[in-house]
């Protein structure tokens, strides 16, 4: 099973395609119908592995192929190349006949591949030792989860949709294809979730199965599925009251239950309960050194925290992106100030507890932080040298594991983001940081662009560290600040080698203290565009002017001229209409009974 490894050999998508060559250059292979290919293990495994292949390569932050404009479109990212659909999602130049990347479409051909594998895998003939009804049950596992999380992926973009549950024919009849309500979207995913997990082992045996869906990983999107469920944006919304299909099928939940959250909390602690008694733990490998070990975290791969990761192959695709000028990167992905200023100090403390009207910040004096003059000593642990900027100076270790910032050093070089610099907007045409950060967080120091050597590269779907704030965030919906919820917060924070939250909040101090955890501790990982928008608090945090330093001005490490505040973009989000993305306007041409989203008519 280890060709799930590489994803997608290109058997198959050459074997169920009609193809036109002439008879004498066909392969072998070329002429299988799907009752040849699920006659022998290898060509089913072949087709089992390009069922994996619609997974989202959401490293990929910029391009289409890549499908994940959300880290872009939130309070976390600016893409310095304007063709990024980013762009137009977060200043509202988009529509239902303008879309820059296809979930849609790619999401419901990978469903359909589980639906056709699941539909005959009982035909594969029992071959021991190689294939074995054990292996069958695991497969059947496998094809599962990928039908429930690809289902997830199109409801956390759309909200109610078609549940696809069977294999479609040209026969069928695809007017009768409506959306379906969302508790029933979620009550499916759920579903399959339990199915799935009853049939996979709870972690993969060895290396060479890494990238297998394991039972973690259903238990996993179980708690996200349940967790999104009990949020304002799909709980009673009012937004979507009386939102309906053209049959008068109400789509959203008329009221609010509470109970949902506490049925997510259950989902989080039973996820966290089993994984841990399978060996899961999270990860610490440089327990002296949190801000190494949180960047290790998505280096080390197979690392005892992942329940689930896509293997990208020997690539240099993200440190490329993402990389500064000076290491032959082309700085694109680049952090916004508003995310540089809500990692804490060291001593816990908020550095900026608002803006004023003219975009300066509410400086906490408690917490120590300083927007003037320049460290005059060095980290201890190496995280910044003597003369950087005060305001990166004592911050939450994480800060140095997932941020770029001038004076810091990566890979024996000191990057210099100021207009002069090395790696500044007047060394890089038309490739430089838009921001003056650009993302650490899963850069590799060993790889070598300009030599063109690479590394192994995954992206992390699912870790332990979500369920434990999945499992915070719930519980303290559900029955208030318990101890449980202060334990799993704390156990974060002390891997990142933070002080403990302190034990006096009230529900609402301690839903805002979770909110700020995610905010840092899931960074760049594709949660915050979701999170704010479950949340209901994308009307604030996604529409208004970002910022990011003045990549105009300086000349050196300690210009001012450069650490001035600067706006970058200017976003729009229109409320209830950005919730949700619009169905492509072809989808609903062929089908009038596919209505689509308010405000997208």
Known sequence: MNKILIIATGILLMTLSACQKNFLEKMPDEDLTIDDVFSQHRYAESFLTSVYFNLPEEHNMSDAGGRN?????????????????????????????????????????????????????????????????????????????????????????????????????????????????????????VSECDKAAANLPVKVAANREYGRITKAAALALKSRVLLYAASPLWNGNPDYAGFADSEGTVLFPASADNEKWQRAAQAAKDCIDQTEAGGYQIFQQHNTDPAKAAQDLFLVNNNSEIFLARNLSVGLLFERAAGPLSHGGFSGYCPLQEIVDDYEMENGEQPILGYNADNSPIINAASGYSESGYAATAHPKGYYPAGVHNMYVKRDPRFYAHIHFSGSIWAGKQLQFWRTGLDGRGAGGQNYTSTGYLIKKFSNPDVDVPASRGALKTWVYFRLGEQYLNYAEALNEYQGPVADVYKYVNLIRQRAGMPAVPQVLSKEQMRERIRRERRIELAFETHRYFDVRRWKLAPVVDNGDVHGLNIQEGTSLQDNAFYKRTRVETRLFTAPRHYLWPIYQSEINKNNNLVQNPQWQ
């Not at 529509?95 to 056709?116: C, H, L, Q, V």
């Open 69 to 189: 404009p959300f880290i872009a479109a939130t309070d976390e990212m600016n893409i310095t190349w304007s063709y990024a659909f980013s762009h137009q999602m977060a200043t509202g130049a988009w529509g239902p006949s303008n879309m820059g990347t296809d979930i849609w479409g790619f999401m419901y051909e990978g469903i359909r591949k589980a639906n056709i594998f699941l539909d005959n895998v009982d035909k594969v003939p029992v071959a021991p030792p190689v294939f074995t009804e054990n292996e069958r049950k695991r497969w059947v596992g496998e094809a599962t989860f990928l039908r429930a999380f690809y289902h997830f992926l199109l409801m956390r973009v759309y909200g109610p949709i078609p549940i696809a549950d069977k294999t479609f024919m040209l026969s069928d009849d695809f007017d009768a294809l409506r959306r379906q309500p969302l508790d029933k979207c979620v009550e499916f995913v």
